[in-house]
T-cell receptor
Framework: EPEVTQTPSHQVTQMGQEVILRCVPISNHLYFYWYRQILGQKVEFLVSFYNNEISEKSEIFDDQFSVERPDGSNFTLKIRSTKLEDSAMYFC????????????FGDGTRLSIL | GQNIDQPTEMTATEGAIVQINCTYQTSGFNGLFWYQQHAGEAPTFLSYNVLDGLEEKGRFSSFLSRSKGYSYLLLKELQMKDSASYLCAVRGDGGFKTIFGAGTRLFVKA
């Protein structure tokens, strides 16, 4: 069964540095998402992406964050000038459509900011 | 504001039936999802409801009442491997943003 893949599985970065989290969505999916989950807390929506542009974003997704689909397969989340509170699990998800189409999640990247 | 409420924890016995409730108040509604999440792992899709009523899928069923802002997930013939967090999530206006509840941790005991 096709799956969403994310790399790296764990990223350790110094505060203030930039990180890029990578995702390869399922190949016939058209909608892409990033979520984060701080340890012990709920899954939080960051951003959705469709047709090569952001379709919706949350209040968490400020100027520190950006997303890109640099080619036909990858979908990246860039976090500039990381802060301690950015430490979390970041999940990428994709779906074939919007109506009654579930989002399939990758295994996540655990981001640790030191 | 937007809010999704679920019980924090539940305990049930292997072989039994358990019902996990979810109430929501969101700006707009474009469907409700249930996901299972084992500790340290990604959420995995269980069920989807957009119309009122019951959706059955093997040992799992999910019910929705849009007028009451209420859903439940029913797990039958519980197995030890069902011990996990169960996340209620609502897709809101526009259909892109999905709001997750904090999840219900289910403990299945022998």
């Amino acid at each position: 069964e096709p799956e969403v893949t994310q790399t790296p599985s764990h990223q350790v970065t110094q505060m203030g540095q930039e990180v890029i989290l990578r995702c390869v969505p399922i190949s016939n999916h058209l909608y892409f998402y990033w979520y984060r989950q701080i340890l012990g807390q709920k899954v939080e929506f960051l951003v959705s992406f469709y047709n090569n542009e952001i379709s919706e974003k949350s209040e968490i997704f400020d100027d520190q964050f950006s997303v890109e689909r640099p080619d036909g397969s990858n979908f990246t989340l860039k976090i500039r000038s990381t802060k301690l509170e950015d430490s979390a699990m970041y999940f990428c998800a994709s779906s074939r459509g919007i109506s009654n189409q579930p989002q399939h999640f990758g295994d996540g990247t655990r981001l640790s900011i030191l | 504001g937007q809010n999704i409420d679920q019980p924090t924890e539940m305990t049930a016995t292997e072989g039994a039936i358990v019902q996990i409730n979810c109430t929501y108040q969101t700006s707009g509604f474009n469907g409700l999802f249930w996901y299972q999440q084992h500790a340290g792992e990604a959420p995995t899709f269980l069920s989807y409801n957009v119309l009122d009523g019951l959706e059955e899928k093997g040992r799992f069923s999910s019910f929705l009442s849009r007028s009451k802002g209420y859903s439940y997930l029913l797990l039958k013939e519980l197995q030890m491997k069902d011990s996990a967090s169960y996340l209620c999530a609502v897709r809101g206006d526009g259909g892109f943003k999905t709001i997750f509840g904090a999840g219900t941790r289910l403990f299945v005991k022998a």
